[in-house]
């Protein structure tokens, strides 16, 4: 099976709501997008063309190559049917290979069953074919298949991705709550920001929404933190190719930035957390890094975007206080903020009404399980009639 040079359904897949900015991602990269639905996108390609999408994608999870859809009504005809294809020649015989499944059937109490019967049948095959069993496990740093399984309709992929690309592997240190990478590049590709003008994130926790905004600003992709993909370990592999994408991600990053990306938090724990993480990324020098209370911010006097993700009070009994605070959000941006886009990422409709200013849009997001919304206040320099009438309106 010529996987890198035969064309086949792609699905690259995403946290949900984040489809609209994957689909954003692969189009700038010149792919044609066949469709796109909640949690993903479709596209044809090859197992080569696989490769610059991992390098390159922010807020993709996975990127699954179809090898074989069919009709599956039980687990014998799964079998069955997987044990057609030629593993022997996608999966080094004397190597690893792991499983993984979305799967919904009837005959199915508990995924890990179904993932038993694709490893069984891969690995009877390849037994069959070459004399030898290869090991299989749950860890997913080797070739990787993938199972969809719905009712009785099923398709095996290769999953060329592995690990998970939503995390940009420069997050060493977590911190209290972070948010993920990819929902984080998301959010921002979500806001108005032209990734030319100043990006001011108080209450920044560990970090991640300054770093993934100096990532965009400088045009470094996840590409850059990551050596293992799970498409260097099926058969026909070309190193070549991967190490000249690579070298092209280098090309076209940008060393420095002619604005500010402020990141502050009233934590001196947090910031050192974010400081570290950022200088794992190689941006640490492109953040000004502050140790104190939002409303202390440095706002540079242009304009720009200043986003929050505050705490959204999901823990009993600390409502009153983040009332205030979110209050005193509000205050912050009106005052301090003026010709910016404001915006407050919350999965709290409640807290939100505290925090007094008018929404002009409410983006929505998942935040894992949490429905959540990113809230985009435009801060006028005056008033708003002040402003249309100076432009002639």
Not at 69 to 80: D, S, V
Not at 154 to 168: M, P
Not at 181 to 189: K, Y
Not at 330 to 357: Q, R
Request: proline letters at 4%; charged letters at 25%; glycine letters at 6%.
């Amino acid at each position: 099976m010529q996987v890198f040079h035969k064309e086949r359904k792609i699905i690259i897949t995403c946290n949900k709501r984040l489809s609209p900015y994957l689909q954003q991602e692969v189009e700038e990269l010149g792919y044609g997008i066949k469709r796109v639905f909640s949690t993903g996108v479709e596209l044809e390609g090859t197992v080569t063309d696989c490769i610059p999408l991992n390098l390159n994608l922010r807020c993709a999870s996975q990127i699954l190559y179809s090898l074989h859809a069919f009709t599956a009504e039980n687990p014998a005809r799964l079998y069955k049917e997987l044990l057609e294809i030629p593993w022997e020649d996608l999966i080094d015989f004397s190597g690893y290979f792991s499983v993984t499944s979305n799967v919904n059937n009837m005959h199915i109490t508990t995924p890990l069953f179904a993932n038993v019967k694709v490893k069984d049948a891969i690995v009877d095959r390849i037994k069959e074919k070459k004399g030898i069993r290869p090991n299989s496990g749950p860890e997913l740093n080797k070739a990787v298949v993938h199972l969809y399984w719905q009712d009785d309709q099923a398709e095996v992929f290769i999953d060329t991705s592995g690990e998970t690309l939503a995390k940009h592997s420069y997050r060493k240190i977590p911190g209290k709550a972070p948010m993920l990478e990819a929902l984080a590049a998301g959010t921002i590709m979500a806001t108005r920001w032209d990734r030319k003008s100043p990006f001011v994130n108080p209450m920044c926790g560990s970090g991640t929404l300054a770093i993934e905004a100096a990532l965009l600003a400088t045009n470094k992709r996840p590409g850059f933190f990551r050596m293992n993909y799970a498409f260097m370990h099926i058969t026909g592999y070309d190193e070549q190719v991967f190490f000249a994408e690579r070298r092209k991600l280098k090309d076209q990053a940008k060393k420095e930035i002619d604005f500010k990306i402020i990141a502050s938090d009233l934590s001196e724990d947090a910031v050192d957390i974010a400081q570290k993480n950022a200088k794992t990324a190689g941006v640490d020098h492109l953040i000004d890094f502050q140790v104190c209370d939002f409303a202390e911010t440095e706002v540079p006097e242009t304009h720009g975007v200043v986003l929050f993700n505050p705490e959204y009070g999901e823990r009993l009994g600390v409502h009153s206080k983040l009332e205030a605070t979110y209050k005193r959000l509000g205050d912050f941006m009106k005052k301090e903020c003026k010709g910016y886009h404001g915006y407050i990422f919350t999965g709290n409709p409640d807290l939100a009404k505290k925090i007094g200013l008018k929404a002009s849009r409410r983006i929505e997001f998942y935040n894992g399980k949490l429905d959540c919304r990113l809230l985009e206040y435009e801060l006028y320099e005056g008033s708003r009639r002040e402003i249309e009438t100076s432009s002639g309106h």
